[in-house]
């Protein structure tokens, strides 16, 4: 089955602790993102990767790194987490031509808390 | 920049019709997609346009106009599972990745 799993589903953590949100997908996708989405903001975008090794920040990218090592796996990892970077994120596969037209194939979500 | 707007809450009734808007400012489109997200849960892929014109998928169906910046979602024989948010977003030709309008949370009434 076609899937985008994340890892942890919730998350309660403190301010400056590091933390590491797991994405994987087994679509041989090249292209992945990450987002976050919060209340009357939408689903903003944080960083993408066009294939291994080949990253670019989003809309929302300060206080977030990823890396891109191999094609399955795009993990988020926040260094010093805060609290305004308490949100719900999603990592999304995207199929690019001639397999699909960029539609996004999301990920459970993950709800995270900075306290 | 990007500008996509889309009403913030619309309501209707289970059996009926409802259109949703989205107007967008875009420079370089490659396409506009919706999607549709029940609360707490991930975003799922409805329709894609690129070309002017209607999609129609199911109870579903998709319009674009390019030169106006515009389209809608249509929704017919609405189900009470149909109460969701609905999500249009907006592929610029440069860019892989989608940039997303807000939402529309539509609210179906027995």
């Known amino acids: 089955e076609a899937q985008v799993t994340q890892n942890p589903r919730y998350l309660i953590t403190v301010t400056g602790k590091k933390l590491t949100v797991t994405c994987s997908q087994n679509?041989?996708?090249?292209?992945m993102s990450w987002y976050r989405q919060d209340p009357g903001l939408g689903l903003r975008q944080i960083y993408y990767?066009?294939?291994?090794?080949?990253?670019d920040k989003g809309d929302v990218p300060e206080g977030y790194k990823v890396s891109r090592k191999e094609k399955r796996n795009f993990p988020l990892i926040l260094e010093s987490p805060s609290p305004n970077q308490t949100s719900l994120y999603f990592c999304?596969?995207?199929?690019?031509?001639?397999?699909?037209?960029?539609?996004?194939?999301f990920g459970p979500g993950t709800r995270l808390t900075v306290t | 920049g990007q500008n996509i707007d889309q009403p913030t809450e619309m309501t209707a009734t289970e059996g009926a019709i409802v259109q949703i808007n989205c107007t967008y400012q875009?420079?370089?489109?490659?396409?506009l997609f919706w999607y549709q997200q029940h609360a707490g849960e991930a975003p799922t892929f409805l329709s894609y346009?690129?070309?002017?014109g209607l999609e129609e998928k199911g109870r579903f169906s998709s319009f674009l106009s390019r030169s106006k910046g515009y389209s809608y979602l249509l929704l017919k024989e609405l189900q009470m599972k149909d109460s969701a948010s609905y999500l249009c977003?907006?592929?610029?030709?440069?860019?892989?990745?989608?940039?997303f309008g807000k939402g529309t949370m539509l609210l179906v009434s027995p």
């Open positions: 346009n690129v070309l002017d």
């Open positions: 977003a907006v592929k610029r030709e440069r860019y892989s990745t989608l940039t």
């Open positions: 679509m041989n996708h090249e292209y």
């Open positions: 999304a596969s995207i199929a690019t031509p001639p397999r699909g037209y960029y539609e996004q194939y």
């Open positions: 875009t420079s370089g489109f490659n396409g």
């Open positions: 990767s066009m294939n291994v090794e080949v990253t």
